[in-house]
């Protein structure tokens, strides 16, 4: 049953689940109620409940519906079963103490982990696009996540971090990743292009990833800076134990198998890459 809490006091609340529960039709037999679970948008908590002449455990769980289940804690990380929920991971963020409207104030936080292979058929903006920081753990469970990062002609005066995650703070694990298009880049700004993660300041442990990057830089003039990576466009964090096999085609941008400019650490990685440059 999904009965809403309407009344005014926890124990009218529960009185109305038992008088749900506690009945029979002619010719059935009783029903024993040993545990009941509830989840609500609310704060996580647990009661006793007096029925008739013993009581029962009610554990009342917080439930995110913007995830497919979990709790977004290590034991118990949001389930990633579609590709909604893999895009609703951008609207799981705390703000920072000053001001609210300014995206850049943002943080993702929780645990998450990916419950089927996810493919996209539109244009990916990456998860985490425009915020500050990352700090999510994303599990991805062995399973694989396809997107094509499209055509596009960017002239955007921001920095532009493209992957699969925009910037990333936490970890991300076990996720293999398919990558297609290609981005032309006229700016000042900075450009970072990579499979996983366009910036990485956290760490990404045994990913993999194929398929076709393509960067092209296209003002010869700009002082500014754009680079492509296997895994990730500019590392400041540790890459460990990862794999790159697809092309990588770079235009006036600093390209590598795996980090297009690396300032962490890379340890035990392999790239089979295809790299053009000019």
Not at 17 to 40: D, H, M, P, Q, V
Not at 47 to 60: A, F, H, W
Not at 191 to 198: F, H, K, T
């Amino acid at each position: 049953y999904i009965i809403e809490k309407n009344s005014a006091s926890e124990d009218g609340f529960y009185s109305k689940i038992f008088s749900k529960l506690n009945y029979r039709k002619a010719g059935e037999c009783s029903i024993e109620i040993n545990y009941i679970e509830i989840k609500t948008s609310g704060s996580s908590a647990s009661y006793r409940i007096d029925n008739g002449s013993r009581e029962l455990d009610v554990s009342v769980k917080k439930f995110n519906p913007l995830f497919g289940g979990g709790q977004g804690t290590a034991d118990e990380p949001y389930d990633i079963n579609c590709l909604r929920h893999l895009i609703n991971i951008n609207y799981n963020y705390i703000l920072a103490e000053s001001d609210e409207d300014v995206i850049g104030n943002r943080t993702i936080t929780g645990n998450y982990i990916l419950r089927r292979s996810i493919y996209s058929m539109e244009a990916w903006r990456p998860i985490g696009y425009g915020y500050y920081t990352n700090a999510m753990h994303f599990d991805g469970n062995g399973y694989t996540i396809s997107v094509d990062f499209g055509a596009e002609k960017i002239s955007s005066n921001n920095s532009m971090y493209v992957g699969v995650f925009a910037i990333l703070g936490g970890t991300v694990t076990d996720l293999n990743v398919v990558t297609g298009g290609l981005i032309e880049y006229n700016s000042s700004a900075l450009l970072s292009m990579g499979g996983v993660v366009g910036y990485n300041r956290g760490r990404i442990e045994n990913c993999s990833v194929s398929g076709v990057m393509k960067a092209y830089f296209a003002n010869t003039n700009s002082q500014s800076s754009a680079c492509l990576g296997g895994i990730a466009g500019i590392n400041h964090g540790t890459i460990i134990d990862c794999t790159h096999g697809g092309t990588l085609n770079a235009t006036r941008v600093s390209v590598g198998g795996i980090a297009g400019d690396n300032y962490g650490i890379i340890e035990r990685c392999s790239s089979i890459s295809n790299i053009y440059g000019n």
